[in-house]
């Protein structure tokens, strides 16, 4: 991870294209993905490298991944070449969570370096998802999208009687990067913001007016009008909500969202906090399972609101400026930022 002492990375970002005639350009770098012009941005911050294009599915896929020292890719897409690759020395992915992907490179080597996409631009497309939901929820926006249909005009329940950002406490579950940022956004609306960090922090963090580690999840459950789940999918996070938990949260009336990873809860465990009442409502952009089945019951249920997983998505010129302060690190062997660590899971 970046630490306190390094340059912006988009500091690091213009650096890299003022410097690109030092930089030794000789690496190939493959890219596997579906995001529109990646490479075209790619090429654009670092002119001189020898970028291509690659193609899943095809005969020569897995010759042409193998034919360069750098990959850009996709997760999901380099799945089924996880096994064989033989050249690569950095696998920049384009994704913020490789829970999905690390699976299928367990057995494999593992002597190149992962790099996750994660940074301001993906923490505040978060942000603006999570202050939206928490707005529309608080004023009841589903209720007078039904009333303009009907061509109603009312005042009444929540359309009157409403709660600011300002007088809510909210719980942020996970905050590194993402969460961080979240925190930020939500105390400059006035929030009163508890945060769930893996360990104690050295010092308070400005952002935050309540601090707690795992151990004192309950504590931020029983406090909380709303609890948002930033966490990633690891061994120590997987489950964290199932069985009971949320019965910690029925006396706040709380509403839970759920824009960092669905292992957290299961769905079942999900369905039962919400038809029991220890959480009023749901906000979910990530499920257990993804797509969410038809089937599932979280569609139909009132309280519940649902997102395709798309609360932040990755955008291509922000994938190339990552890349090009990573790539300037990479050549000058120095530590390279959102790298992923194998034995933590994160």
């Not at 529309?136 to 009312?154: G, I, M, P, S």
């Not at 009023?280 to 139909?300: C, G, Q, R, T, Y």
């Not at 649902?306 to 994938?319: C, E, L």
Request: glycine share 4%; charged share 25%.
């Amino acid at each position: 991870m970046l630490d306190s002492r390094s340059p912006p990375i988009a500091e690091i970002a213009r650096n890299s294209r003022r410097r690109s005639w030092t930089c030794n350009m000789t690496q190939a770098v493959a890219v596997l993905s579906a995001i529109p012009r990646l490479s075209y941005h790619l090429r654009s911050r670092l002119p001189n490298l020898r970028i291509s294009d690659v193609s899943p599915g095809q005969a020569d896929t897995l010759s042409k991944l193998n034919a360069a020292e750098i990959l850009v890719a996709d997760c999901d897409l380099l799945i089924p070449y996880a096994n064989n690759l033989t050249s690569v020395k950095w696998i920049q992915a384009t994704w913020a969570g490789l829970d999905k992907f690390i699976p299928h490179v367990r057995s494999t080597r593992r002597d190149y370096v992962l790099t996750r996409f994660s940074d301001e631009s993906f923490g505040l497309a978060m942000s603006e998802y999570v202050i939206a939901q928490i707005v529309n929820h608080e004023r009841d926006q589903k209720q007078q999208y039904e009333n303009q249909k009907l061509a109603e005009w009312k005042q009444d329940g929540k359309l009157v009687n409403y709660r600011l950002i300002r007088d809510l406490t909210i719980g942020i579950l996970g905050v590194g990067t993402i969460g961080k940022l979240v925190a930020e956004k939500l105390k400059l609306f006035g929030a009163t913001i508890w945060g769930m960090t893996r360990t104690v922090p050295n010092e308070k963090l400005p952002y935050l007016d309540e601090q707690r580690t795992v151990d004192s999840l309950l504590d931020i459950l029983e406090n909380c009008d709303y609890i948002i789940n930033v966490l990633p999918s690891t061994q120590n996070t997987i489950g964290l909500l199932n069985d009971n938990v949320l019965e910690h949260c029925k006396d706040k009336n709380t509403v839970f969202i759920n824009v960092g990873r669905g292992s957290v809860i299961r769905e079942v465990d999900l369905i039962n906090a919400l038809e029991q009442k220890w959480i009023s409502a749901a906000i979910l952009d990530v499920f257990e399972k993804e797509p969410l089945p038809k089937e599932s019951k979280l569609w139909n249920l009132p309280q519940v609101t649902i997102s395709p997983h798309n609360s932040a998505v990755t955008m291509s010129h922000d994938v190339a400026k990552l890349f090009a302060a990573n790539y300037v690190r990479y050549i000058n062997g120095e530590s390279m930022i959102n790298v992923f660590d194998f034995n933590k899971g994160y």
